[in-house]
């Protein structure tokens, strides 16, 4: 049943236009399809997110701003300093501005007003930059039906590599009324994706979030201290968000924060730890 409404839910995503109405409704059943249940009021983790979706708080304009990967430097500049923001070494408003551009032998290529898009690009390789010409085209928001995205100017934004690594440990917290409750690390992106939670004492947890649960230990930066601080700033005028933090151990820097994670569409690593997961994303268990 649940395969039959996923199916019918992407026809409808084809076919009804892009407004509140049917946002709501493509994106109710993605979540039966997906949860295998309806959305509730229960204070559940993805429950949340999808109400965070579906509703104006989407909309609010620290929401939009945020969702820029160029604009997000001025929130980050305003909040906690520029020193938290990886340099920006050029930013284009169309494919003709940017075909022509000399990039650096090292660094990082992306869409500023969409996720997971990007080129990374170490010692001078060739890099196919013809794949940009479609980012100017993007709407993000037609994809995931996330409204925070919809009214964004798409860009290009070029930034040296952080830390100048093209394997870097992503350090997500999950803050909710300005407080980090979990932290989520990945592991393995192209060796076998596992994922891991700790918790702001850096306490392992026992479940995972999509992907299996890393049976690893990592360790703890060395300035967590000051990571936590950076993400509880950032995240203290919204109830909840995701601010990714980049760290060697020495200095963090801002990757992005993100208002929805993966539009309320991840299933936790066993099921049933959603209860346990938004019990202490919430406040019931410290």
Same mark, same amino acid.
């Given at each position: ?12 995503h084809r076919i009804l236009p892009y407004n509140e109405f049917s946002d709501f409704i493509i994106n109710y059943l993605t ?35 945020i969702s820029d990967k160029y604009l997000v430097k001025d929130y980050v500049r305003a909040k906690v300093g520029d020193k ?23 660094c990082c290529i992306k869409p500023t007003q969409a996720s997971q898009a990007v080129i990374l690009r170490k010692n001078n ?33 070029? +930034?040296? $590599?952080? #830390?100048?690594?093209? /394997? &870097? ?5 999950? @803050?909710?009324? =300005? ?56 995240? +203290?005028? $919204?109830? #909840?968000?995701?601010? /990714? &933090? ?5 200095? @963090?820097?801002? =990757? ?31």
């Amino acid at each position: 049943m649940y395969k039959l409404i996923l199916a019918v839910r992407s026809i409808l995503h084809r076919i009804l236009p892009y407004n509140e109405f049917s946002d709501f409704i493509i994106n109710y059943l993605t979540f039966i399809g997906v949860h295998k249940r309806k959305p509730g009021k229960k204070l559940w983790f993805n429950d949340y997110l999808y109400k965070i979706k579906n509703t104006q708080e989407m909309l609010n304009p620290i929401r939009q701003f945020i969702s820029d990967k160029y604009l997000v430097k001025d929130y980050v500049r305003a909040k906690v300093g520029d020193k938290y923001n990886v340099p920006t070494l050029a930013v284009f408003y169309s494919y003709e501005e940017l075909k022509n551009y000399n990039f650096p032998e090292n660094c990082c290529i992306k869409p500023t007003q969409a996720s997971q898009a990007v080129i990374l690009r170490k010692n001078n390789e060739d890099i196919s930059i013809e794949q940009t010409e479609k980012w100017f085209n993007l709407n993000y928001y037609k994809q995931t039906r996330e409204r925070n995205y919809k009214y964004l100017v798409p860009k290009v934004i070029v +930034e040296p $590599l952080i #830390f100048n690594s093209t /394997d &870097l440990i992503d350090y997500r917290f999950y @803050c909710f009324n =300005g407080k980090a409750k979990l932290i989520c690390i990945d592991v393995g992106k192209f060796s076998g994706y596992k994922r891991v939670f700790y918790n702001k004492y850096w306490e392992k947890q026992d479940f995972s979030l999509k992907y299996p649960l890393y049976e690893g230990e990592i360790s703890k930066p060395d300035n967590f201290e000051e990571m936590l601080k950076i993400a509880e700033k950032l995240s +203290e005028d $919204l109830n #909840f968000v995701r601010v /990714d &933090l980049y760290s060697n151990g020495i200095e @963090c820097l801002v =990757g992005e924060i993100t208002n929805c994670h993966a539009s309320a569409s991840q299933t936790f690593v066993p099921l049933n730890a959603e209860e346990k997961a938004s019990r202490i994303i919430f406040g019931e268990i410290e």
